[in-house]
């Protein structure tokens, strides 16, 4: 399996289709839409970083041609007309949980121009940089408990951070191999040679400098290095924020259930929701698949395909059964999809024309397909979905207001969302 992205980045560092009734809203329709839904209080957000092929998963096309259908079959899931590819056996076992966008559509098939656009809402500027999704829940939701309410597992990308946002709103990065038993997170102990009666001299000592400074100089520095170390003190010497890092209080088979790389990060955001995050990102590096493609999603090291089938299957089931599901908003999804021809390679490069997305818990209408494309998956052939879309969807499902405004460092106001429409078949069908 190839070690780097195309671009370069190390992967290291109905049937029930709806028919998209697209509603741009006033305040009081957005206010309206939002009591209806049940009510999302946190959210995983499952990253496919690479771009993975929706020709290959979630929107296949059986009657085309062999060069853009490829090899895989379709399967029937839980709901009756809807099949996804056959090597996701277990997440059609869960679709009536399941709402699939299959329309997304952008102009942008670089990885990272792209991965900005999907995340913000925002096409990329140089002029500015705007916040991810986590990073504004953070700031709105996050409410000083030990846990941080950003966490990225392992890491964060660049395009995920807080923008023009102060830095503390940015997520915390677990930053491990989350497939080992020894699991030890970063920065949940006390550095050495330092004791809790230290550290806590040591945060006095802190909040009386930042207090002064403040009182001479309001810049961002200032303002985040108190949130900082605050949030540093609550991580270490609370029991519960280490115990919700804590994979070895699973049971092996549980371990076992959830998978690979990506099941041990998505079952390390179940507990870190159990725990009182706010957002939760996962993020699962190996989806440019240029060659080989068949290869890569089924097998490779391991297969992307089974990885998450495991993950998002366990996941979806544990916070159903401990009740989490109806408040906590799932989302998987990757920068842009595949080309509908397979290339020379055997593999399929980037295609931002169309892209298929997953909803699920937090208030979304599960068992269903939103949109159609076209006979080749090329474009979609009813009810696109822009990212400008997505964001006004996802954030009105979190229950944050689409339409507000915040402040950069200088002083501009910037609408949270510009543009876009909510997709409203995620709540209403």
Known sequence: ?????????????????????????????????????????????????????????????????????????????????????????????????????????????????????????????????????????????????????????????????????????????????????????????????????????????????????????????????????????RLVTAPAAKNAFDLSQESEATRRRYGSKIGQSCLLARRLVEGGAKFVTVVDVGWDTHLKIDYNLTYGFPGKLPGLDAALSSLLEDLDDRGLLDTTLVVVMGEFGRTPKINPRGGRDHWPGANSMLFAGGGVLGGQVIGRTDARGELPAENPVSPEDLARTLYTLLGVNPDQTFETSDGRPIQLVHGGRVIRELTTG
């Open 1 to 233: 399996m190839q070690t780097r992205r195309c671009d370069g980045v190390r992967r290291r560092d109905m049937l029930r289709v709806g028919s998209l009734a697209f509603l741009g809203m006033t305040l009081p329709e957005w206010q309206q839409l939002r009591a209806s839904v049940a009510g999302a209080k946190s959210c995983i957000f499952i990253w496919l970083d690479g771009g993975p092929s929706h020709l290959d998963t979630f929107d296949l096309k059986p009657d085309a041609p062999i060069e853009i259908r490829g090899n895989f079959k379709p399967i029937p899931t839980a709901v009756p007309g809807i099949h996804i590819c056959e090597h996701l056996p277990k997440i059609a076992r869960h679709m009536k949980k399941l709402a699939v966008v299959r329309t997304v559509t952008s102009a942008i098939g670089e990885h990272d121009q792209a991965g900005i656009y999907l995340n913000t809402g925002y096409k990329p500027t140089p002029a500015l940089v705007y916040p991810g999704y986590g990073a504004v829940v953070s700031k709105l939701k996050g409410d000083g408990e030990a846990i941080p309410p950003y966490i990225a597992a392992p890491h964060a990308r660049p395009y995920m951070g807080p923008g023009y946002l102060p830095g503390s709103f940015g997520p915390f990065n677990v930053g491990d191999d989350l497939r080992k038993h020894t699991l030890k997170v970063r920065d949940m102990d006390f550095p050495i040679g330092m004791s809790e009666e230290r550290m806590s001299r040591r945060r006095s000592m802190v909040e009386k400098l930042d207090s002064f400074q403040r009182a001479v100089d309001e810049s961002a520095a200032s303002r985040d290095r108190g949130s900082y170390f605050e949030q540093a003190y």
